[in-house]
């Protein structure tokens, strides 16, 4: 089974600054994915991954097949993204996915 | 508008009163998951499906039951609730499985055991 590690747990920054969220996991896999979750609770899916780079707004996430690692940057942040940014794997043997326990991410005004 | 719904959204019960939380998704997706999500323990997959009238068990399905005789619909239930099974439950839902296809998450249902 995959086990996915994610770094930093948390993170405070402030309003403006360049954040970068990372994502490792441990077995070969075909799609990562980074899901936003919001203090409400809501889980959206920001990007699904198996190569290269995708952008997405101020959302830049890129991935290292043979590193087995994978970075979400977050552009010129603002308070509104505040979240829990949680990274997740295709899960090789079983059908599903294999999740980080996440980055808690707070920006300051 | 492409949407997971679940219902209830939050319920409070007692041990061993049965209870049902509904899923429902209008994309017309195949696959559909239940997952659990606990603090220090993040997301764990309870059960999925495939297709109708095809499920499997997760990484966490004891004390949980799930059925899909229609494709849009996918309840998840707990014949006899216990506190261990307090947690906040995703449903979700994607075109097919193995994750790797966009998946889309229901509302969630915050629910406690006493």
């Known amino acids: 089974k995959n086990e996915v590690e994610q770094s930093p747990q948390n993170l405070t920054a402030q309003e403006g600054e360049f954040i970068t969220i990372n994502c490792s996991y441990s077995?070969?896999?075909?799609?990562l994915h980074w899901l936003q979750q919001h203090p409400g609770g809501g889980i959206v899916s920001l990007f699904m991954?198996?190569?290269g780079k995708k952008k997405h707004g101020r959302l830049i996430a890129t991935i290292n097949i043979q590193e087995k690692h994978s970075s979400l940057h977050i552009t010129a942040s603002h308070p509104r993204d505040s979240a829990v940014y949680i990274c997740?794997?295709?899960?090789?043997?079983?059908?599903?996915?294999?999740f980080g326990k996440g980055t808690h991410l707070i920006i300051q005004p | 508008e492409a949407q997971v719904t679940q219902n209830p959204r939050y319920l409070i019960t007692v041990t061993g009163k049965k209870l049902t939380v509904t899923c429902s998704q209008n994309?017309?997706?195949?696959?559909m998951s239940w997952y659990r999500q606990d603090p220090g323990l993040g997301l764990r997959q309870i059960y999925y499906?495939?297709?109708?009238?095809?499920?499997d068990k997760g990484d966490v399905p004891e004390g949980y039951k799930v059925s899909r005789k229609e494709k849009r619909n996918f309840p998840l239930i707990l014949e006899s609730p216990s506190p261990n099974q307090t947690s906040l439950y995703f449903c979700?839902?994607?075109?097919?499985?193995?994750?790797?296809?966009?998946?889309?998450f229901g509302p969630g249902t915050r629910l406690t055991v006493t």
């Open positions: 979700a839902s994607s075109w097919g499985g193995r994750g790797v296809y966009e998946q889309y």
């Open positions: 077995v070969g896999i075909s799609a």
């Open positions: 991954l198996s190569s």
């Open positions: 997740a794997v295709e899960g090789g043997g079983a059908d599903g996915l294999t």
């Open positions: 994309m017309n997706h195949e696959y």
């Open positions: 499906s495939m297709n109708v009238e095809v499920t």
